[in-house]
């Protein structure tokens, strides 16, 4: 029977610690870099991810270096699924409030996937379906996470990513959207100025303290989200990104 350790098995707590450090690798690495950013014997960290693919959860490509396993995909949009179907009351609540859309989204690998989403009840609104996925680095709700992370964690994203254009406003350059992360880090909020979709203005406000990282954001048409409605509607997003987190913390 495996040693406990604070409260929890140990091998169990190391095999969900490879995962983890799978995922903040880009979901690949070898036994060797896994042992450096883990600090586990080597012998050890063979044993478990040996069993992590016997069970489905990692993989093994022609190279010898290991990656995040299929068996994940399905846990993982079960998560999702519970985690925007806890948060909708939260959305709606603040719909209500700004009469405009309301979305909550995580990081999942590189990307940002929408998880949960209250529309507004104007005629003309913003809808993202439930699942979509997309780079962070043109989105509100991505650059809200991204101000989050460690810029060195950043830096390796974008290396894997690049910076695409969504429009001609989409931030396309490293150095300038690092730059962006330390404001939206410092006054606690994104904002998406037409830089995913052309018309459409978002301010997106991370989960600061939740277990997973995650942003909840506000988006509408510029002509109705002026900057003045911005002003108006952003101590509505930071207190509804506040109770989520809280309360995402004791589920």
């Known amino acids: 029977m495996a040693r406990e350790s604070s409260g929890g098995v140990q091998s169990l707590q190391r095999a969900f610690d490879l995962l983890e450090r799978l995922a903040d690798a880009g979901g690949e690495a070898s036994l060797s870099e896994l ?11 063979h044993r ?3 069993t992590l693919v016997t069970l489905g959860y990692v993989r093994q490509n022609s190279n010898r270096r290991y990656t995040l396993g299929s068996r994940l995909i399905r846990l993982g949009e079960s998560a999702s699924r519970q985690f925007g179907t806890w948060a909708r009351p939260f959305l709606a609540a603040l719909v209500d409030q700004v009469e405009e859309t309301a979305n909550l989204a995580v990081l999942d ?4 996937v929408y998880v949960a989403q209250v529309p507004s009840r104007h005629s003309m609104r913003m809808f993202t379906e439930v699942g979509r996925r997309l780079l962070p680095h043109g989105t509100g709700v991505g650059k809200a996470i991204l101000s989050q992370l460690p810029r060195d964690e ?4 974008l290396g894997r990513t690049g910076l695409p254009a969504y429009t001609p406003n989409t931030i396309t350059d490293a150095e300038e959207l690092l730059a962006s992360l330390d404001r ?4 606690g909020y994104a904002l998406d100025e037409s830089e995913q979709e052309l018309g459409v203005r978002c301010i997106a406000v991370p989960l600061v303290g939740a277990p997973t990282l995650a942003a909840v954001s506000v988006s509408g048409p510029e002509g109705r989200l002026t900057k003045e409605a911005v002003d108006r509607i952003l101590p509505e997003v930071l207190a509804i990104a506040k109770r989520l987190s809280a309360q995402s913390a004791l589920a």
């Open 184 to 187: 939206i880090a410092e006054r």
């Open 48 to 50: 478990l991810i040996r």
């Open 109 to 112: 690998g590189d990307e940002v």
């Open 154 to 157: 950043v830096r390796a994203l």
């Open 35 to 45: 042992a450096t950013t883990s600090g586990l014997p080597l012998p050890t960290i």
